[in-house]
């Protein structure tokens, strides 16, 4: 699998109680020079942890047969919880590492990320982007066109209801 890049370090006060909606909102268009790859290892201890829950070091270590010394994981853990992509608690005298947020919202905010600063270096000419993006989609499914379009006129709909009552 390759490496995965995750948006900025997250910190845990920005979560809050909808962590989706606060991940969109955060990755939306921003990162920064702390913004590092996943690597390999990284990609593959979140991937076991997305299978299997929260895990010790030493479960990770066990899944991987002995492959990996149980010091190298560890200090993988420990930035994937600084990126705030895994939570700890400590249990005796090991850390228990949960993920903050599942599969499919990490990779929702990398989309949004992403896509947020692929705009933002285009803002001067944004089409080139967007039919590239639309090309891309059309390539892969009609159907997915459709739901395309069918999220940007539910958009535009609640775009229109905010302008009405006066919100943002």
């Not at 913004?35 to 929260?54: C, F, K, Y």
């Not at 066990?62 to 990126?83: I, N, Q, S, V, W």
């Not at 896509?115 to 390539?139: H, K, W, Y």
Request: proline share 5%; aromatic share 8%; hydrophobic share 40%.
């Amino acid at each position: 699998m390759p490496p995965l890049w995750t948006p900025g370090p997250f910190r845990h006060k920005l979560w809050g109680v909808n962590p989706q909606a606060n991940l969109a909102r955060l990755l939306a268009g921003a990162r920064d020079n702390s913004t590092a790859p996943l690597g390999s290892l990284e990609t593959e201890v979140m991937e076991l942890i997305w299978r299997n829950g929260a895990m010790s070091v030493r479960d990770v270590h066990e899944r991987f047969a002995g492959r990996l010394a149980y010091t190298t994981l560890m200090t993988t853990l420990d930035p994937l919880y600084k990126k705030s992509l895994l939570d700890r608690t400590k249990q005796g005298r090991a850390f228990v590492y949960q993920a903050r947020v599942n599969r499919g919202q990490f990779e929702e905010g990398l989309a949004a990320g992403l896509f947020g600063e692929l705009l933002q270096r285009n803002a001067s000419q944004p089409a080139p982007l967007l039919s590239c993006f639309v090309d891309a989609v059309s390539e892969r499914d009609r159907q997915l066109l459709d739901e395309l379009d069918r999220m940007i006129q539910e958009k535009r709909r609640t775009l229109n209801v905010r302008e009405k009552s006066g919100e943002k």
